[in-house]
């Protein structure tokens, strides 16, 4: 298996609401990544986690919750969070910590606040 | 810190026309490079990556890199572009230190391939 799944792959949500995005990998990656990508630009990293344990949180509003439950999986809880959040949400694994084998990026989910 | 540079927000080329996609990185150590391409509404799929040794760079889908210290660059080529090609691709660099486990992308190419 040498892919990153992420479900769901669209998701529409209240400002209310609480929802989570998951990332799943089986290809023994010890670091995963959480990517937000706006139309048009870059993606852009929001967390990374390395051997399950969060490494780099690049400054993201609270209302975005990263785990890691086990080597395999990731997980990005969303709570209130406004339109302007809508994106394409990206995931990736790499090999090392440090990425410097290559990422491996899933599909993504599509959000949309409304 | 790093940071990528793609010059050319948009290329259009005809379909078996050659094409080069250019790159420019600002790193002060050896950087780690990449080359991702993106079809709309999807992921990021890696087409090549260098980190040390041959500077030209073979890829999937017939690509190919060639790294130049000197120009601080990582341009993407392929001899024979296919409509299949059309899509919008990032370089990316990766760098360790504080940045570790960072991959900084630039802002992007968008293709376009006429038939």
């Known amino acids: 298996d040498t892919e990153v799944t992420q479900t769901p792959k669209h998701l529409v949500m209240g400002m209310t609401n609480k929802k989570s995005l998951k990332c799943e990998q089986h290809?023994?990656?010890?670091?995963m990544y959480w990517y937000k990508q706006k139309a048009k630009k870059p993606p852009e990293l929001m967390f990374v986690?390395?051997?399950?344990?969060?490494?780099i949180n690049e400054s993201v509003p609270s209302r975005f919750s990263p785990e890691c439950p086990n080597s395999s999986l990731l997980n990005l809880h969303l709570h209130a969070l406004q339109p302007e959040d809508s994106a394409l949400y990206l995931c990736?694994?790499?090999?090392?910590?440090?990425?410097?084998?290559?990422?491996?990026f899933g599909s993504g989910t599509r959000l949309t606040v409304v | 810190a790093q940071s990528v540079t793609q010059p050319d927000i948009h290329i259009t080329v005809s379909e078996g026309a050659s094409l080069e996609l250019r790159c420019n990185y600002s790193?002060?150590?050896?950087?780690?490079l990449f080359w991702y391409v993106q079809s709309p509404g999807q992921g990021l799929q890696l087409l090549l990556k260098?980190?040390?040794?041959?500077?030209l760079v073979q890829g999937i889908k017939g690509f190919e890199a060639e790294f130049k210290r000197s120009q601080s660059s990582f341009n993407l080529r392929k001899p024979s572009v296919h409509w299949s090609d059309a899509a919008e691709y990032f370089c990316?660099?990766?760098?360790?230190?504080?940045?570790?486990?960072?991959?900084?992308f630039g802002q992007g190419t968008i293709l376009t391939v006429h038939p």
């Open positions: 986690y390395s051997y399950e344990k969060l490494s």
């Open positions: 990736a694994s790499s090999q090392d910590s440090g990425g410097l084998g290559g990422y491996t």
């Open positions: 260098y980190f040390s040794g041959d500077t």
């Open positions: 790193y002060g150590a050896t950087p780690y």
């Open positions: 990316a660099v990766a760098a360790l230190g504080t940045s570790y486990g960072k991959l900084t």
């Open positions: 290809m023994g990656h010890r670091a």
